[in-house]
């Protein structure tokens, strides 16, 4: 195998498994600021215990994340050594900056969170809710930040041997490409946590138990999930597909599956490209649409993949499939959202099993969803690692072979099927668990001696 | 400029070892000093909500070396491939081993992960120790500074004690760190296993310091500061460390310990510096922060925003730790049986 097939692999996997915590983290953070600072301004203890509950899932989330974190810091080192070497001037500086500024904040305040209920003052205790907040977010920002910047370099200058050099942080930091696709991922995470909680409260309903709660989450959960699926789609993804459009047309020809340059571009709601005879199998076309989405004006003329090179496609199925699975599961969220918010509104929510049923079984989606939308991200990149300035094939390490890349990624295979077993278990725990149970306990930890005791 | 960045890295890389080194230690030394399935549980309840945020010193020190350095975050991290990637499954494994030892209460699931918990610990300090001693001792690197040797050449008799005294020496901060968080029996075995391993962290420290002037002849370009004054100084910490012990106060042995920890790594970076990885054999080079830094722009970019943030962790952590200080203490006599 070609070795940097092989540290793709890896890097995919291990990205992907990660990032699956953040959405957790990320999703969730918000919404426990909100009940902490509700619980300290009006005393309501069900906001109380509400935070509480969902403050032990995040740190069953947090654990994870930082944990399949640590490969993530050292992997561009490690197998895309090349890459680091000749642009760490430009990217090392928002990982340093996560590093310093987001993974502290997170990690000192959530301490708090855990251990520090009955140690602190109910206004240190909300102001370090909404810092493991802020530290949450801050880390994706810093994340994006540096995947915007290898979609679309800018502020920097091409140095020496290569190299490419920082020229400006704040362009960098302040490119439009980076907040758009920010605002994108932050919005999905909201909504990925707006479903945990609608998915759990339905659980608890159709299991006949935390009434009380389960309606708390599902209230909040719908009305927040309503307005994260609705900004998910414009104006986030409607500005970063223009982003696509204007910087990435070969990506965005991939993502439509568009083989042909048309004036009228029909969009694709579904179909199977077949990139030997370049065209789409069994499609259903909206006429003129795509033309439309992309330029705003039906009659555009969009440039399909036969205007490029074949070397300069990105895996075109790959693309096409994951864009078409994150769209098509963005449309069905908003209708979820719409209908649980109109049945919330008409007073039937509750006693609906058959939506409860819904918003149940719909807990997974949203990770399948936040999932497709980075491997449209990032496959859709190739065959670039930095867009238009290093070749992917041009940045993995030559001096660690493909045999070595494929056992260290059986390694974390199995090391990650431990973690992701954990994870399961210890969340559908603290589920079991409840938010009314667990008397008295602020933290894990704190509850465990009497476990021992026991 | 790249004098300061180096001396950020190695600062954040010795807080690394400080505060991880502990929950480390403290994994080691938990079958030595606990004798019940409930004294082991409150040994390990000292260290869990500490683990994963001490972890992430390591990780910040990933983040900042690439962007101070980043040649050598490549050079080092895809060299040393094989040993990295174990250090990172041993980092993962203990993590899941703690938090699933904490969360089950049968006790043959117990004893099994808790036996896998100081394993993979004990592991991890002997692979950090054969890393910093084959740092000072340099390595085959190519003309572009890239590690051209085998797992088995870092393997070597220095390496290997290097990977002794860091055991000792975080054995000895874990049990000062169990010293003062728990109570009872544990905390008394505690205290006597660590006036007996004493003796040994003395010798295996200065068997080591004179093994470091055999293999790596650089140590004396630093002078009489290098020769003798670090050694004093450690030497010093070490016997506070002990006198502290013998008066009970834990805070401060805890603190002598600390003391010595720094002074190993401070002598380890002031005997690489201006080197980022010495070449080997001795003498013939390396890889220098000069070559391994970004353009001088991005250096002077990013170094005052590392500086500005890490003052900001430190003014909100020990604001933090005060907070929190006082009841600690409570809900750790509050444990007593």
């Not at chain 1, 009305?223 to 990506?251: E, M, W």
């Not at chain 1, 969009?302 to 070397?311: D, F, N």
């Not at chain 1, 077993?421 to 008295?440: K, M, N, V």
Request: aromatic residues 14%; neutral net charge; glycine residues 8%.
């Amino acid at each position: 195998m070609d070795f940097a097939v092989a540290d793709r692999l890896q890097f995919a996997f291990t990205i992907m498994f990660h990032y699956l915590f953040p959405i957790g983290t990320m999703g969730l953070a918000p919404f426990i600021a909100w009940w902490v600072v509700k619980a300290w301004r009006t005393g309501d203890a069900h906001a109380d215990r509400a935070a509480m509950f969902w403050t032990k899932i995040f740190s069953v989330n947090f654990a994870a994340g930082v944990v399949t974190g640590i490969p993530m810091e050292f992997q561009f080192g490690t197998n895309w050594a090349p890459f680091s070497a000749k642009t760490g001037s430009v990217i090392g500086q928002p990982l340093a900056m996560e590093g310093v500024y987001a993974f502290f904040l997170e990690s000192v305040f959530l301490g708090i969170l855990l251990a520090g209920r009955r140690r602190v003052s109910p206004a240190l205790y909300a102001a370090s809710a909404i810092a493991v907040w802020l530290g949450s977010w801050l880390s994706g920002f810093f994340i994006v930040a540096t995947d915007a910047w290898m979609q679309h370099p800018v502020g920097y200058a091409l140095g020496p041997h290569g190299t490419i050099e920082l020229k400006s942080l704040a362009a960098v930091l302040l490119s439009p490409f980076a907040w758009w696709q920010y605002l994108h991922v932050m919005t999905a995470a909201i909504l990925a946590g707006a479903l945990i909680l609608t998915g759990t409260g339905a659980w608890y309903l159709l299991d006949r138990r935390e009434g009380e709660y389960a309606r708390r989450f599902l209230r909040i959960g719908l009305i927040v999930g309503l307005v994260a699926s609705l900004a998910v789609i414009f104006p986030t993804g409607d500005r970063n597909s223009a982003d696509v459009t204007k910087y990435q047309p070969v990506k965005l020809a991939a993502m439509e599956g568009l083989f042909h340059s048309e004036q009228h571009a029909a969009l694709a709601i579904i179909g199977m490209p077949d990139t030997r005879h370049q065209e789409l199998i069994d499609p259903i076309f909206v006429p003129s649409i795509l033309s439309y989405l992309a330029y705003g004006n039906f009659d555009a003329n969009v440039k399909g993949l036969s205007a490029y090179a074949r070397t300069e496609w990105p895996p075109v199925e790959l693309t096409y499939y994951a864009y078409h699975v994150m769209v098509g599961l963005g449309t069905i969220f908003v209708a979820l959202m719409l209908l649980g918010v109109f049945l919330l509104r008409q007073g039937s929510l509750f006693r609906a099993r058959w939506f409860l049923w819904a918003l149940l079984l719909a807990t997974p989606f949203p990770y399948v969803a936040n999932e497709a939308g980075w491997v449209v991200t990032e496959v859709g990149r190739q065959p670039w690692i930095v867009y238009g300035l290093i070749r992917t094939t041009d940045a993995a390490s030559t001096n660690v072979a493909a045999g070595e890349t494929i056992f260290t990624l059986i390694g974390f295979l199995g090391m990650y099927f431990l973690i992701g077993a954990l994870f399961l278990l210890l969340t559908l725990r603290e589920i079991g668990i409840g938010p009314s149970g667990g008397h008295g306990a602020s933290s894990t930890y704190e509850a465990s001696p009497a476990e021992a005791d026991a | 400029m790249s004098l300061l960045g180096f001396i950020v890295v190695a600062a954040m890389l010795t807080m690394y070892v400080l505060t991880d080194g502990y929950d480390l230690g403290v994994a080691s030394v938990a079958p030595l000093v606990t004798r019940s399935g409930r004294e082991r549980a409150a040994a390990m309840e000292s260290i869990g909500p500490f683990w994963s945020g001490n972890e992430v010193w390591l990780v910040a020190a990933g983040g900042v070396l690439f962007a101070l350095f980043p040649k050598a975050y490549a050079c080092a991290f895809s060299g040393f491939y094989l040993p990295f990637m174990l250090v990172l499954w041993l980092l993962m494994f203990r993590g899941i081993a703690l938090e699933l030892r904490n969360h089950f209460t049968n006790d043959i699931w117990r004893d099994f992960w808790d036996a896998a918990f100081s394993l993979s610990s004990l592991l991890l300090i002997v692979l950090f120790g054969v890393a910093i001693g084959n740092l000072i001792r340099g390595v085959p690197l190519d003309a572009d500074g890239y590690f051209t040797g085998t797992f088995a050449f870092l393997l070597n008799p220095y390496a290997l004690g290097v990977a002794l005294l860091a055991v000792t020496t975080l054995a000895q901060h874990g049990l000062m760190f169990l010293m003062m968080r728990i109570d009872g029996p544990p905390a008394e075995r505690a205290r006597r296993t660590a006036l007996r391993l004493w003796p040994a962290l003395v010798a295996l420290y200065l068997l080591v310091t004179i093994a470091t002037f055999a293999v790596q002849p650089r140590i004396f370009d630093r002078g009489i500061a290098g020769i003798v004054l670090v050694p004093i100084l450690a030497l010093a910490a070490l016997a506070i460390t002990r006198r502290e012990i013998l008066h009970g106060r834990a805070l401060r042995a805890f603190l002598g310990s600390s003391a010595f920890i720094a002074m190993l790594l401070i002598a380890a970076a002031a005997t690489m510096y201006p080197y980022l990885l010495l070449a080997y054999p001795a003498g013939t080079g390396g890889l220098t922060i000069d070559a391994a830094k970004p353009s001088a722009l991005a250096l002077a970019t990013i170094i005052p925003i590392i500086l500005a943030g890490l003052l900001i962790v430190v003014v909100y952590t020990s604001f933090v730790v005060r907070r929190m200080e006082g009841k600690i203490v409570l809900s750790v006599e509050g444990r007593s049986p």
